[in-house]
C-alpha cells in the first residue's frame, strides 16, 4: 500500500492524513474526561460562541462550582491566553469554567465521578440551545486559521487519550468517523460527504484501506 499524503484537501480544508488513518473512540470511563481539566489554557472559543455562553449563564450556574463562579464573576466567561486566543476561564491555571463532576455508571455496576460539562448537560436536558464550543466537540482534532480563507485541522495525540486509541481499534472507528457530528456541525453536510468521497477516492487509489 503507498503512503498517504500527508496533508488531504477537501473543499478549503487541509487536514492531517491521521483524520482519516488513526482509530478513535473516547472512553469516558477510563479518561473520566481529563481533556475538560488538564492543560494551560481554557478551550478555544469565537465570539459568538461567548454571547451563546453568556445567554446560558444562569441555567447552567447552579453546576459550577463557588471556584468557577467566582473567576467568572471575575474576569467573564473567557479570556485572552498567552498566545493571543480568546479561550475559556479556567480554575486554578488548569480546569474549564463549565466542568462540574458526575457520577458516570459502569457497565460492571460500579460508578465513579466523571469531570463532565455543564453547558451540555443543559443542552442535552432541552433546557439551551447551545452545546458547547466547537474546538471541544471537534477534540482530538485542532482547528487553526491559515491565509487564503483555509482551515488546518490536526489530530492531537494526548497521553490521556491512549485508551480512546484501544478503544476506536476495537470499535473499527476512525477519528473522521467518531467527529462526525462535530465535523458537520462546523462544515457542513455538504463538506462531511466530500469527506467521504475522497476517502472513497483514496481506498481506491490505495492509499486507505
Known sequence: ?????????????????????EKFCCDLSVCKGECCVEGDAGAPVTLD????????????????????QA??????????????????????GKDCVFTYYDALPLPQGTIHHCCLCALE??????????????SCALYPIREKK????LVGLN???WQVCKMAVAKGIQEDLRLYEFLR???????????????LDTVTELRVQGYLE
Open 1 to 21: 500500500m503507498p503512503n498517504i499524503p500527508p496533508i488531504i484537501q477537501v473543499g478549503d480544508v487541509l487536514l492531517s492524513s491521521e483524520i482519516l488513518t
Open 49 to 68: 460562541e461567548v454571547a451563546a455562553i453568556e445567554a446560558c449563564l444562569d441555567t447552567v450556574w447552579g453546576d459550577l462550582s463557588a471556584s468557577a
Open 71 to 92: 473567576v467568572i464573576d471575575k474576569q467573564g466567561v473567557a479570556y485572552v491566553d498567552n498566545e493571543a486566543d480568546l479561550v475559556t476561564s479556567i480554575v486554578g
Open 121 to 134: 448537560k443543559a443542552y442535552r436536558a432541552g433546557k439551551t440551545s447551545f452545546c458547547k464550543p466547537i
Open 146 to 149: 491559515l491565509g487564503g480563507g
Open 155 to 157: 489530530y492531537n495525540r
Open 181 to 195: 457530528d462535530p465535523l458537520i456541525r462546523r462544515f457542513g453536510d455538504d463538506w462531511y460527504q466530500q469527506l
